[in-house]
């Protein structure tokens, strides 16, 4: 019994090996839209996630497309159905895709807004949207607990 202590290292490998495979499975859960500290999303209890689509995002000033500014929103005509600038970057997104029939899933659209945006200029964007055959659009939300609402008292 006057032996040194010695410590066995297959068990912790065997067990270290287990835990790398179950991240790596379990990594890509996780799906985080671009975060903007302009832009405060609307609440919702929608129960599908999102799926990587183009990304819209209509800040204070500027409609931005997957990072990119497209147009400035003093420079939107209020009177036009559609954004012309916006148009032709969903365009221009639309020819780099390799699925080049508009009824695939591929044209697909998340946009990402203050929950203030004047309705109007959400109603031209979605517009525009569905002019570029994006006709899957999403609006980007945050998730709140489902809360029960009680009736309201007559």
């Known amino acids: 019994m006057k032996g040194s202590p010695t410590l066995n290292l297959v068990s912790l490998m065997d067990i270290f090996t287990i835990l790398v495979f179950f991240l790596m499975v379990?990594?890509?859960?996780?799906?985080?839209?671009?975060?903007?500290?302009?832009?405060?999303?609307?609440?919702?209890?929608?129960?599908r996630r999102p799926s990587e689509t183009i990304m819209i995002l209509i800040s204070?000033?500027?409609?931005?497309?997957?990072g990119r500014k497209v147009t400035g929103l003093n420079s939107i005509d209020?009177?036009?159905?559609?954004?012309?600038?916006l148009s032709k970057e969903l365009n221009h997104h639309a020819s780099r895709s390799?699925?080049?029939?508009?009824?695939?899933?591929?044209?697909?659209?998340?946009?990402?807004?203050?929950?203030?945006?004047?309705y109007q200029l959400l109603k031209q964007v979605m517009t525009t949207c569905a002019d570029a055959s994006y006709t899957d659009i999403s609006l980007a939300v945050t998730k709140t607990a489902n809360k029960q609402t009680a009736a309201p008292e007559v």
Not at 26 to 39: A, Y
């Open 98 to 118: 390799s699925i080049k029939d508009p009824d695939m899933p591929e044209r697909a659209v998340t946009i990402m807004g203050n929950h203030d945006i004047p």
């Open 60 to 66: 204070d000033q500027d409609i931005i497309v997957q």
């Open 26 to 47: 379990n990594s890509s859960d996780v799906e985080i839209l671009q975060q903007n500290d302009s832009i405060k999303l609307p609440e919702s209890v929608a129960e």
């Open 78 to 85: 209020k009177e036009d159905e559609t954004i012309a600038a």
